[in-house]
């Protein structure tokens, strides 16, 4: 099946910091990708989709900003957390997909400490 | 926007026994998904079912799209089907709506 990566799986930053989790996948190319944030206990909550060589699109209340997401080939896209504060503490997941009408393949997800 | 209500929140069972979990949507959908939460966070699919019944192993799928409902169901559970058990529908967008999930412990 396909598989989809995530680097790192873990990391600890201080606050102030800017931290950037990769999302990779590793057998097929994948037009779209969509970054999700859990949170303990809760469901998953999307944040963004990106499309292969444009411009993220963000869920109402997701701040473009803060979250900035570089879909910069077929198999990889980025998402960096800048200047991050204990409120960006989640954990984060990507998943991927080749066509619109395709499933979505998770990565294992990324669990950001910000102290 | 699409409702995805799922139950029960919570189910503890021990090793052995058989459950059912319920997945309700509120409007048509292209698709349905079941799945599973390890512990460790990750996410397995286990069923893309629209519609109809399939079986993988243990577990089986159920879904009623004209009643806007699925079914999971696992049997002689085992200690590592613990875990949350989620149910995410795609709209007409192809995005995926997610249910809140069902918190599966299963005792030895």
């Known amino acids: 099946g396909a598989v989809v990566s995530q680097h790192p799986s873990r990391v600890i930053c201080k606050s102030g910091t800017s931290v950037k989790i990769e999302c990779r996948s590793l057998d097929f190319q994948a037009t779209t990708m969509f970054w999700y944030r859990q949170f303990p206990k809760q469901s998953l909550m999307l944040m963004a989709t990106s499309n292969e060589g444009s411009k993220a699109t963000y869920e109402q209340g997701v701040e473009k900003d803060k979250f900035l997401i570089n879909h910069a080939s077929l198999t990889l896209s980025t998402l960096t957390v800048t200047s991050a504060h204990p409120e960006d503490s989640s954990f984060y997941i990507c998943?991927?997909?080749?066509?619109?009408?395709?499933?979505?393949?998770f990565g294992p997800g990324t669990r950001l400490t910000v102290l | 926007g699409i409702q995805v209500e799922q139950s029960p929140p919570d189910l503890i069972l021990q090793e052995g026994a058989n459950s059912t979990l319920r997945c309700n949507f509120s409007d048509s959908v292209n698709n349905l998904q079941w799945f599973h939460q390890n512990p460790w966070g990750q996410l397995i699919n286990l069923f893309y079912?629209?519609?109809?019944?399939k079986q993988n192993g243990r577990l089986s799928a159920t879904t009623v799209a004209t009643e806007r409902y699925s079914l999971l169901y696992i049997s002689s559970s085992q200690t590592t089907d613990s875990g949350v058990y989620f149910c995410?529908?795609?709209?007409?967008?192809?995005?995926?709506?997610w249910g809140a999930g069902t918190k599966l412990i299963i005792k030895p």
């Open positions: 995410a529908v795609e709209d007409s967008n192809y995005q995926l709506i």
């Open positions: 079912i629209p519609s109809g019944t």
């Open positions: 998943s991927a997909r080749w066509g619109e009408t395709d499933t979505q393949y």
